[in-house]
């Protein structure tokens, strides 16, 4: 077998894309077809650019507007983890998040578009997001985000195509977040390392995925942050997370699932983690304020 890798930049993240063939010539078409479904992914749902069907849904927010197949699927997932969450994952979160001072594109907070700032707006309860089959309608007072599903909803879209296309042996990374599936191409299975909260070119520990499909994210309040502010935003205050963890690893089948349920166990804070997850068989690492690294607390079985 044979491992093929492209690294790029996508979604304000580094890219890497890595897929195992038996032949050379079937790798081109892979890679096009995966970074073409990147650039559209982000053309339609990116909040930073003003011709982006997120960006025309939030200026016309108040009153019915027609939406894509694709943009009703997001739709769909993202009200059935805010339901699952009960609220802690809330796709309205943008405009606390601006009013926190994450306006613009990362790393560049501060530089962006008077149109796409939604700071005078608020922060509306996850139920007010009414999706019927070709429109959607939210508040007017309201703005949609997809920062804390879309990665993680996209690398599933990714592996799927893959997965349909008969390449059942990859691993994608979009800003740190995985999905992997089969094998490497000595035929071993994928390892994922979770970085130390205060070295990342440390692993404090590492995740196998035994040959299955499995989704892999990382959150935290260690990066994208800056003055008195960080960019995981606490539904029930509107504010950042006042949270004792400093990043939450959580590995599941979907990479959905992992994006969504890592922000929401820093959210909570390590005291609330383990009865949020205590129905769940998914398998995380916590790092906190007293314990990381090798100390990290970790919760579930190890996959």
């Known amino acids: 077998m044979l491992r093929f890798q492209q690294l790029g930049k996508a979604l304000g993240s580094d890219v890497a894309l890595t897929v195992i063939v038996k032949h050379e010539s079937e790798v081109g078409p892979i890679f096009q077809t995966l970074w073409a479904l990147i650039t559209s992914f982000e053309k339609r749902f990116s909040r930073f650019l003003p011709d982006s069907e997120l960006s025309h849904f939030n200026l016309n ?20 983890y805010s339901n699952q969450t009960d609220g802690l994952y809330n796709p309205f979160i943008l405009p606390s998040l601006q009013q ?7 790393p560049q907070p501060d530089n962006y578009n008077q149109r796409l700032n939604y700071s005078k707006r608020q922060l509306s309860d996850h139920q007010q997001l009414v999706i019927k089959p070709t429109t959607a309608h939210i508040s007017a007072a309201s703005a949609l985000d997809f920062g804390g599903i ?75 942050k800056g003055q008195g502010w960080h960019h995981i935003i606490d539904p029930r ?14 590995a599941a089948p979907s990479a959905t699932t992992a994006d969504v349920f890592a922000k929401c166990l820093v959210i909570l ?35």
Do not use: M
């Open 61 to 80: 927010a108040g009153r019915p507007t027609p939406i894509s197949r694709q943009f009703h699927e997001l739709l769909i997932s993202a009200q059935k």
């Open 100 to 106: 926190a001072g994450y306006i613009g594109s990362w």
């Open 150 to 224: 879309g990665k993680g909803y996209l690398l599933d879209e990714l592996a799927d195509y893959l997965e349909k296309s008969g390449f059942n042996n990859y691993w994608l990374s979009l800003g740190g977040d995985i999905i992997c599936n089969g094998r490497d191409h000595q035929a071993e299975d994928w390892k994922i390392g979770v970085a130390d909260a205060h070295d990342d070119s440390i692993a404090c520990t590492t995740i196998t995925n035994h040959g299955q499909r499995l989704g892999v994210a990382t959150s935290g309040t260690t990066i994208r």
């Open 237 to 250: 205050t509107g504010r950042p997370a006042e949270t004792d963890v400093l990043t939450a690893t959580l």
């Open 269 to 303: 804070g390590s005291t609330s983690i383990a009865k949020f997850l205590e129905t769940t068989d998914y398998y995380a690492v916590v790092q906190t304020v007293a314990q990381s690294g090798k100390q990290a607390l970790q919760y579930g079985k190890t996959p």
